[in-house]
């Protein structure tokens, strides 16, 4: 009988590429391909299996029937050693969501052992024996019993006839679920459905075919499938669009995919871009776009599309959303909880500022080579974190920035792009390879494999300031975007960054954690010629600082706080503790802790990091970032306390390293309402912050712990560009946002005014300045040297500028529109 959610796998005979369909999940994906008509587990290893996306085993009252075709591999010769290859049912993941099954989820396996012993559970020696012939057909069937459903599996050969067959009474609810094929190398008795242990080896390499999944208890989730078009990502600034859609893993050859928008009601052709080979991706620019108006879109790739709108450019609006989130581990995926309250804020744009992938993403760990299998490994992991968020790209735009576990670093020091190397000489080496290879500075991808990376996440930013590579060819995408009249510095602070153990080597630093006791931090380890930034860089945001077409209010985005916001008990000299301190209960406090000095922080280098906000202040812009698994708010301290832009730390998505802050005594000027780890510090580099906020760990009492008990959430920040304020929030992911009554992270939220990063607490004045218009541009020049002191939109008609040193200085007033005026010789008060 015929079924309509009935399932028949159908692929083609002149295929031969790793994207096995839109129905198919693989994992992993660089372990399976389709050559031949068949689907292919040609890299052995544990667990090897690939999930049905599109069809289910319900809970009602019926029954099922589910066969393949299988064999070895041709060019396999040698005696099979242990594993099986069949099926897996009653696919089950943690949160109740079958992409979460379809990658974390266990279930019941079923099949044919190495030495072909058929089974259904666990395999033992005494279970019926059929030889493992090429065409061999497994088929499973389940049939309401008394009680519960009686399984049988049978063997069956290329005619047909039965060979032999085994049964086992099963609850129903054992049934319900997802189904996959699975190849599996080593003890099938010892197989523990836990992909984060699952090692390549063994020599179970076989082929499938003609799956079929039949019955009443089926359902069908057509709306399920993935891909050819995973999801698309686009950006909107000053009238240009960058859209860039992220493909499947395709057969060889030229692929090229088209924009479309809707005009009239009808779908024109706007672009036709060329798919990048390694990083499945195509990438449209559209200048003179009408940013006026919301426009629908689509992506056509052959007979499929991913439609969304790009909303119109909402500079005449009031106010902008922003939703800042950060480190996407895979605990939690696929993240309902949190994009269920996120939603709620119905953000205007988004940031992902890095680490929106980690090396244990899905499990079977990581590959660097060879490099294709290396992009198919990376994809894989990009694409879990698409699969998660891609509702929210179709409309909003959206910004991703990589970060050291993007490119699979636990830290990276860029160095200008340099490639990192293992020194035999290095004594790190005889303690850990792959640390000292880090520690080098550089990056251990190979270069093509870096710039794959930069073009799934940047290749939809506006264009580079200055698009020069850097070393090995590395791209770059520092850039600025303007929108809703706010402009956005988006900066790379990882890149330039020096490596600490080659920029200190007497310090003995190992992944940032100098060993030497002798060295102190603050006096030693701000060397001379340490880069954080890069002169770039510098140059850009100088520009930037200037540069106000378009936009009232600044913003910098980067990966992380420059700081180092962190207390660990003594000697504090290593992060590996991080996971194992007890977590403490709401209220309590960790005496005894010390302030850090962690080289992978941005408060070192302190020289480079001061100059950085030094040009920052220069567009009295506030500064967004994560990474630190730590939510918190400070202000930068420059010259003193207070005299630097506002910044906030947004907490992790999903973390395994729960950093905290619990300094051993109260901060100078500390608000008699707030916590004692706020007020003033001098941190580990001898760096001044004054802490406002921070979301520090503690029991939650929610499951799993490894998520809500690690200060997990995102920020989402609010600007004003009528009143200038600023509305800073960080959220807990527990919360559900959409509850009447929900709060933030106690702490907040925290409202600054655009002029309080670096201008309204400046200790000398000018006179003031008076406007025939609204909202000019005033730039202030110290005389001394020349050097532009700030530029920035004023709100109203008259502005007082506030400066950090006496004396003579010129002030520029420039409107949109007119005349120019300038006043030399303004001294201080």
Not at 386 to 393: D, P, V, Y
Not at 668 to 692: K, Q
Not at 743 to 750: D, E, N, R, S
Request: proline residues 7%; charged residues 25%.
């Amino acid at each position: 009988m015929v079924h309509a959610a009935d399932f028949h796998s159908q692929w083609k005979p002149d295929l031969s590429r790793p994207w096995l369909g839109p129905e198919y999940w693989a994992n992993p994906m660089q372990d399976w391909r389709i050559r031949n008509g068949r689907l292919e587990c040609f890299i052995a290893g544990a667990d090897r299996n690939v999930f049905l996306l599109t069809r289910e085993v319900n809970s009602s009252k019926g029954d099922f029937t589910m066969s393949v075709k299988l064999g070895r591999l041709e060019e396999d010769r040698n005696m099979l050693e242990a594993g099986f290859a069949g099926f897996r049912i009653g696919i089950k993941g943690e949160f109740k969501d079958y992409r979460d099954s379809a990658v974390h989820g266990v279930g019941r396996n079923a099949g044919i052992t190495s030495q072909g012993r058929l089974f259904i559970d666990k395999p033992d020696d005494s279970g019926v024996q059929v030889p493992l012939v090429d065409g061999l057909q497994l088929k499973l069937t389940a049939t309401p019993a008394e009680k519960d459903y009686t399984l049988t599996l049978e063997a069956l050969d290329r005619a047909g006839a039965r060979l032999a067959q085994v049964q086992k009474n099963v609850p129903g609810s054992a049934l319900e679920g997802g189904v996959a094929l699975v190849c599996h190398s080593g003890n099938p008795q010892e197989i523990s459905q836990n992909r984060r242990n699952a090692p390549r080896g063994g020599n179970m390499r076989f082929w499938f075919t003609d799956w079929t999944l039949t019955g009443t208890k089926v359902s069908e989730f057509a709306e399920r499938a993935f891909g050819p078009i995973y999801f698309a990502m686009h950006t909107l600034s000053r009238r240009v669009l960058k859209l860039t859609a992220q493909l499947a893993p395709l057969e060889a050859g030229t692929h090229e995919a088209e924009l479309q928008i809707k005009q009239r009601n009808q779908w024109k052709k706007a672009a036709k871009a060329e798919m990048d080979h390694l990083a499945r991706t195509v990438t449209f620019r559209i200048p003179d776009w009408d940013d006026t108006k919301d426009t629908p879109y689509r992506v056509v790739f052959g007979q499929h599309t991913w439609e969304g709108t790009v909303r119109k450019d909402p500079g005449d609006g009031r106010k902008l959303t922003i939703g800042a989130l950060t480190c996407c581990n895979d605990v939690g995926f696929p993240h309902n909880d949190l994009t269920k309250s996120l939603k709620h804020f119905n953000a205007d744009i988004l940031f992902f500022t890095g680490d929106q992938i980690y090396e244990g993403v899905g499990g079977y760990g990581i590959q660097f080579e060879p490099t294709e299998q290396a992009a198919l490994d990376n994809l894989r992991k990009w694409l879990m974190f698409g699969w998660s968020f891609r509702e929210f790209f179709r409309d909003i735009p959206t910004i991703c920035m990589p970060d050291d576990h993007d490119v699979y670093h636990g830290n990276v020091w860029g160095s200008a792009g340099k490639k990192a190397v293992i020194d035999p000489s290095d004594p790190e080496t005889k303690t850990s390879v792959v640390q000292s290879w880090q520690d080098s500075g550089g990056y251990k991808m190979e270069a093509q494999l870096v710039n794959m990376v930069q073009r799934h996440q940047t290749s939809h930013l506006p264009d580079p300031f200055d698009p020069t590579p850097v070393g090995q060819g590395i791209g770059v995408y520092y850039t600025s975007l303007v929108y809703g009249g706010v402009s956005f510095a988006i900066i790379e602070d990882r890149k330039w960054k020096s490596s600490p153990r080659t920029s200190v080597p007497w310090a003995d630093i190992r992944n940032g954690w100098a060993q030497n006791p002798r060295y102190n931090a603050p006096q030693d380890g701000d060397v001379p010629g340490a880069e954080l930034l890069g002169s770039r860089q510098l140059e850009f945001i100088e520009k930037w600082a200037q540069d106000w077409n378009g936009a009232y209010m600044k913003v910098l985005v980067s990966q992380t706080l420059w700081a180092n916001l962190c207390t660990l008990p003594p000697p504090a000299n290593t992060d590996s503790v991080t996971s194992k301190l007890p977590v403490l209960k709401p209220g309590e406090y960790a005496e005894g802790e010390v302030m850090v000095a962690d080289h992978d922080s941005n408060g070192w280098p302190q020289t480079p990091r001061t100059r950085g906000l030094r040009a920052m202040r220069k567009a009295a812009a506030f500064h967004i970032g994560g990474d630190q698994h730590l939510g918190s708010t400070v202000r930068y301290g420059i010259d003193e306390f207070n005299d630097g832009p506002y910044m906030i730390c947004t907490p992790a998505i999903s973390n395994l390293f729960p950093r905290r802050w619990f300094p051993p005594k109260k901060g100078a000027n500390c608000p008699a309402d707030s916590p004692r780890y706020c007020g003033e510090y001098v941190e580990g580099f001898g760096n001044r912050i004054t802490v406002h906020a921070v979301a520090n760990p503690h029991q939650t009492g929610l499951k799993p712990a490894s998520l809500y008990d690690r200060a997990t959430g995102y920020g989402i920040i609010e600007v004003d560009r009528k009143s200038r304020k600023i509305h800073l929030a960080n959220w807990a992911r527990q919360v559900d946002a959409t509850k009447p009554g929900a709060k933030p992270y106690p702490g907040w939220p925290i409202t600054i005014h655009q002029y309080d990063n670096g201008i309204s607490n400046a200790r000398y004045a000018l006179p003031e300045v008076k406007s025939t218009v609204d909202d000019p541009v005033v730039q202030v020049i110290d005389e001394s040297n020349n050097e532009i002191a700030f530029t920035v939109r004023i709100q109203g008609r008259s502005f007082t500028p506030r400066v950090h040193k006496p004396g003579a200085y010129t002030v520029r007033l420039i409107p949109d529109k007119g005349k120019q005026q300038e006043w030399k010789g303004q001294r201080t008060t």
